[in-house]
């Protein structure tokens, strides 16, 4: 049969019969096609059916032989094409002709696919990145993922730091090496970045190389805020915030509405602490815990909004304001649905880890949006405290049970509603609260001021 066919070289933008001149184009990203279906895309002054089977991509004229008909309104079965008006058949991996009443085969390019174009850049390694990785290569992304850390562990369990003593780095990881050497994920250990160019789409780091990215996650976290106090630099005085950071929950005791005003030390190390009450604590160890301060001073001087604290400012698809820049995790300030999508700040895993999922859905142009509800747990004197909700702004708390006993549920409430519930020992409601708060579903004080626990169960799960 007569063929019209160029050479094996890319989409031809002069005479089909001349392969001297080549044209390459991007024409889609590789998400945009699944197994089993073909599109029409233009390549120059040319229209090209793209088709995928068996997992691979090939191109072939759009135009049946026949009368023209477009191929891509046609029917696709295996590895032929139907043309849609006359019934022609064509081998979409080859162009050649299986079925008449066309009388010749078809063009036939060839197709490449290129990792730069769709490739996702995400730093530092923690809870967000990770999830946002994953969900990446769950969703069949095939771009090259890069994450970086400055910390020289891979992604660990943070959550387990002021929960277990005497933790070793190698019990926390929460995917071993294995793991992303399997899914193709790198991990950049022990690097920093000092400066992002929006407008090239570079990151710098503190080795001097440089990173181009399509898409960037930033999820940098927060570190440990100190004391500014004299004395902090005492040998003695610990930062809870690497796996290095051991502590201990024995003989704990509250000074409230107080603050500490000076550390004094012996021989460089800790003896006393000196409140703003006038009381003095002796002391052989400081362990210091206020707060946290985002990781953004890098982002100065970019284009990426952020607030008077210099949170990032992201939407409820955890975009920045800058396109293809996405943000997650402790660093961003992001609207709270159940909060009437108020601008809030959680530091906190389960957050961090959806806001990596809805990173990677809007990566993959299928548009989501933030929902979840926070639920948080601590562990104290081996007792674990859970939490559900976001309650700043109450004005009154319900409580049920006895901290004597150590078993009670506080539910914190505004404008007569629950926004928050706190528990020890009140499983699962608290885990019922959420479901409910999630459903964006009201309990009413009145609620949970009178209700019998197992009503509120009930009504949590079936209202």
């Known amino acids: 049969m007569p063929r019209t066919k160029p050479s094996h ?12 001149e080549e044209l390459t184009e991007e024409v889609c990203v ?26 691979k991509y090939s191109a072939i004229g759009n135009q049946c032989t026949h009368y023209g008909a477009p191929l891509s309104k046609g029917v696709i079965t295996g590895h032929r094409v139907r043309c ?30 290129c990792d730069k174009t769709y ?17 990446l290569r769950q969703e069949n992304f095939v771009g090259r993922i890069i994450m970086v850390t400055r910390d020289d562990l891979l992604p660990y369990d943070k959550t387990r730091l002021s929960k277990v003593m005497n933790v070793e780095s190698e019990t926390i990881l929460l995917r071993r090496a294995e793991f992303f050497h399997q899914y193709d ?30 898409h960037l996650l930033i999820s ?39 603050s500490v005003i000076e550390v004094k030390g012996v021989n460089g190390k800790v003896k006393e602490v ?26 100065q001087g970019t284009k990426i909004q952020m607030n008077a604290k210099n949170f990032v400012i992201v939407d409820k698809c955890m975009r920045t304001n800058v396109p293809d820049v996405f943000s997650g995790g402790d660093v961003v300030t992001f609207p709270l649905a159940m909060a009437n999508n108020r601008l809030v700040t959680i530091g906190h895993w389960q957050m961090a880890q959806a806001h990596g999922r809805i990173v990677a859905l809007n990566i993959l142009n299928k548009p989501s949006e933030l929902n979840s509800v926070p639920y948080y747990w601590t562990v104290l004197l081996g007792k674990t405290i859970r939490y559900t ?42 885990s019922a609260v959420a479901e409910r708060l999630a459903a964006g579903k009201v309990i009413t004080k009145k609620e949970a001021q009178y209700v019998e626990w197992f009503c509120l169960f009930l009504l949590c799960f079936h209202l």
């Open 84 to 113: 849609p008006w006359h019934g022609s058949c064509f081998n979409v991996q080859t162009g050649d002709l299986e079925e008449f009443p066309g009388i010749d085969c078809l063009p036939c390019h060839k197709v490449r696919t």
């Open 274 to 299: 000196v409140l703003k009450s006038g009381t003095v604590i002796p002391a052989d160890v400081l362990i210091v815990g206020v707060g946290s301060i985002p990781n953004s001073e890098f982002l």
């Open 389 to 430: 909700g976001y309650g700043e702004g109450y004005t009154d708390i319900v409580i049920k049970g006895r901290f004597e006993e150590r078993k009670f549920l506080a539910l914190y409430i505004k404008n007569d509603e629950v926004i928050a519930a706190a528990g020890l020992n009140y499983d699962p409601v608290v």
């Open 220 to 258: 940098t976290g927060c570190r440990a805020k100190g004391l500014d106090v004299p004395g902090i630099k005492l040998d003695n005085v610990k930062m809870l915030e690497t796996p290095e950071d051991m502590l201990s929950e024995k003989d704990v005791k509250f000074y409230m509405n107080d």
């Open 119 to 135: 490739s996702s850049f995400l730093f530092h390694a923690g809870a967000a990145s990770l999830i946002c990785a994953e969900i």
């Open 30 to 55: 590789e998400s945009d096609l699944q197994d089993g279906q073909m599109m029409e895309v233009e390549v120059g002054r040319h229209t090209v059916l793209l088709a995928r089977t068996d997992g």
């Open 185 to 214: 994920i790198e991990v950049w250990l022990k690097k920093e970045a000092l400066s992002v160019d929006t407008d090239m789409k570079t990151v710098t780091f503190n080795d001097g190389s440089v990173q181009s990215y399509d």
């Open 9 to 20: 070289g890319e989409f031809p933008d002069s005479d089909p019969e001349d392969s001297s």
